[in-house]
């Protein structure tokens, strides 16, 4: 009969540690859902602050683009308001690469016929204020056939050429910077000293000179810029 007592004690006994060890196991994993839930809603909270931060700065871009599109309709509507000659008087008071670029250029329909001329005369000139500098911008093969590298694309050719945006740049042309970086330019054709100031993205510049490299296929523009 002991020995029946002593076996029945010994079963309780597992019995209990067995729940306790249960117990346990349960409290632990509650407290890891505990853990998880927290985590999960400083989560959420944190994504709230940040959609809402983002928001706040999606807005604040938002606003500076619209300011600088008004601007633009603003400055664009009060050049559209000027005879030709208070235009090309405006551009020539000016005098700057950049300002004969634009007026050579724009589309705003006033008539430029009796200063374009004039226009590209003084943009040659060396009194126009802005910078000058060599880059490259594609090959040119033995066979004479250019290849243009998209570092820029004419926009107004010298001559009456179409499909002219990568045909091979001549002296005259206009050209716009294609890439959304900014471009360093040299001081000569050979020279690997940049200039000081560099080729803003998307602006244009003045064709002054060509070089093809005698020993490569190289094929390179100086330009006048801002």
Do not use: C
């Not at 009969?1 to 019995?15: L, Q, Y």
């Not at 004479?144 to 998209?150: G, L, N, W």
């Amino acid at each position: 009969m002991k020995r029946i007592d002593d076996k029945i004690h010994e079963i309780e006994k597992k019995d209990k540690k067995n729940r306790l060890l249960y117990i346990g196991v349960i409290l632990l994993i509650g407290a890891f859902m505990g853990y998880v839930l927290h985590s999960e809603n400083q989560k959420s909270k944190l994504d709230f602050t940040i959609a809402a931060q983002e928001g706040t700065i999606l807005e604040g871009i938002n606003k500076q683009e619209k300011t600088k599109e008004e601007l633009k309709a603003t400055n664009d509507s009060l050049q559209k308001s000027l005879l030709p000659a208070e235009y090309w008087e405006y551009t020539k008071n000016e005098n700057s690469v950049e300002g004969y670029i634009s007026y050579i250029t724009n589309e705003w329909g006033i008539d430029r016929t009796a200063y374009l001329s004039r226009a590209i005369e003084n943009l040659k000139s060396d009194k126009a204020i802005g910078f000058q500098g060599w880059l490259f911008v594609g090959h040119k093969k033995a066979d004479k056939t250019y290849k243009s590298e998209d570092i820029v694309e004419v926009i107004r050719p010298v001559d009456g050429r179409k499909n002219f945006k990568d045909s091979e740049i001549k002296v005259g042309d206009i050209v716009q910077l294609t890439k959304k970086r900014n471009r360093k330019t040299y001081r000569s054709e050979t020279s690997k000293t940049k200039k000081s100031q560099g080729w803003r993205n998307k602006t244009k510049g003045f064709v002054t000179a060509i070089w093809k490299d005698p020993k490569t296929t190289e094929f390179k523009i100086e330009i006048k810029y801002y």
